[in-house]
């Protein structure tokens, strides 16, 4: 994605921000995603200690810990970046908005696939623990503080409260689920 439409999904996802070299200059979230993408891209082509070293000096710089590892779709938002912790097989789809301290980690006891995988147009709100080789559906919720989510969040539901339960889950709309099962 051109780094203009990155910074175009800050200045739409946040009601705080003024104008583009406001974001360039001064948003931890959009310099997180910017260095992710730069240590992914060198990881990829294995280049691991130089793609490491990226990944450390921007969790130093931003407060965000993105293993270089991980895989990031588009038009992924993070607001108030700070404590942040996504791990090594994380995979977050497009279209998602994390807010402050939340965890996408593993629990342990996994081996290849430990952490989870984040469909697309999710929210999840500051403090949120997802723990695990789980999948939180499209459109999804998950509440702030909402510790820990170890289960399978279905699509279309929101998932609140210590330990995180399902408060509420929407059909899609009639014409979405018809474009869905095709």
């Not at 695990?132 to 399978?152: F, H």
């Amino acid at each position: 994605m051109a780094e203009v439409e990155k910074v175009w999904v800050t200045y739409y996802k946040d009601p705080a921000a003024r104008n583009t070299l406001e974001i360039i200059l001064c948003y931890p979230g959009f310099h997180a995603l910017l260095l992710h993408r730069i240590a992914h891209a060198f990881y990829e082509k294995g280049f691991f200690l130089a793609g490491r070293m990226i990944s450390v000096r921007n969790r130093f710089l931003t407060g965000v810990d993105i293993h270089q590892r991980a895989k990031i779709g588009e038009a992924v938002f993070i607001d108030h970046g700070m404590g942040i912790v996504i791990g090594e097989t994380t995979e977050i789809v497009n279209h998602v908005t994390l807010y402050q301290c939340v965890t996408l980690g593993g629990t342990g006891k996994d081996t290849g696939k430990r952490h989870p995988t984040i469909g697309n147009n999710v929210i999840i709100s500051a403090g949120a623990k997802v723990l695990g080789p789980i999948r939180v559906g499209d459109n999804a919720k998950i509440g702030a503080g909402a510790a820990v989510i170890l289960k399978e969040v279905p699509p279309n539901c929101t998932v609140v409260g210590v330990p995180g339960k399902i408060v509420r889950c929407e059909e899609p709309a009639p014409v979405v689920a018809s474009l869905i099962s095709r």
